[in-house]
């Protein structure tokens, strides 16, 4: 069974543009999770997807934005990126119950997107 | 609020001797603990999780870990170390009650284990 994937593996971005990052969670996993992670900060929680609605959001500013299609792929979305936004940015899906119950499964992680500003 | 604490940035080990990576942690009910590794440039590798039951947890490449629930700690241990486990390590916490499935993680802790 083929891993979550993310894309891009790197980017580079200036202040002030935008981006958009993907990830596929594994085949039947319904729940998807972004994390971010810097030296600073360590790994922090975004937000999470299951069934294309949005289950929790982390402290991040409203520049930080997330979505998940009807086949549990998401995206998410960083606009007017400032230098503290570069980072490894993480995505994680989770199997669920049919119900959406959070069940006791563990996150199964991609590799991530290192985005640098400059 | 959830949190976890692994008090050492770094734990040096010399290659056959037992490693011990601490962690505790604050939930205001029942936690789920994990342990994760990661190594350069890679995501995160799920090693093994406490949900219920026996304290003492068997995960991935020997390593265990055991929950204390009156210390709240949940302490990642290897019998015997390999240079290969070199690595940075993750404790993660997520309340019971809690329906999604949002994570907390510790600061991380990186083991260096000598030839």
């Known amino acids: 069974k083929a891993g979550v994937t993310q894309t891009p593996r790197y980017l580079i971005k200036t202040r002030g543009q935008q981006v958009t990052l993907s990830c596929s969670p594994i085949s039947g996993h319904r729940s998807v999770s972004w994390y971010q992670q810097t030296p600073g900060q360590g790994l922090q929680f975004l937000f999470e997807y299951f069934s294309e609605t949005q289950r929790n959001k982390g402290n991040f500013p409203g520049r930080f934005s997330g979505r998940q299609f009807s086949n549990s792929r998401s995206e998410m979305n960083v606009s007017t990126l400032e230098l503290g936004d570069s980072a490894l940015y993480l995505c994680?899906?989770?199997?669920?119950?049919?119900?959406?119950?959070?069940?006791?499964?563990?996150?199964?992680f991609g590799e991530g997107s290192r985005l640098t500003v400059l | 609020a959830q949190s976890v604490a692994q008090p050492e940035d770094q734990v040096n080990v010399a290659e056959g001797n037992p490693l011990t990576v601490k962690c505790t942690y604050s939930?205001?009910?029942?936690?789920?603990l994990f342990w994760y590794v990661q190594y350069p440039n890679r995501g995160l590798q799920f090693l093994l999780k406490y949900i219920t039951g026996d304290n003492l947890v068997k995960g991935s490449y020997g390593f265990e870990a055991e929950f204390n629930k009156s210390q709240t700690s949940f302490h990642l241990k290897k019998p015997s170390a390999l240079v290969s486990d070199s690595a940075l390590y993750f404790c993660a916490v997520r309340d019971m009650a809690d329906s999604s499935y949002k994570l907390i993680f510790g600061s991380g802790t990186r083991l260096l284990v000598r030839p």
């Open positions: 994680a899906s989770s199997w669920t119950r049919l119900a959406g119950g959070p069940g006791t499964g563990e996150l199964f």
């Open positions: 939930v205001s009910g029942n936690p789920y």
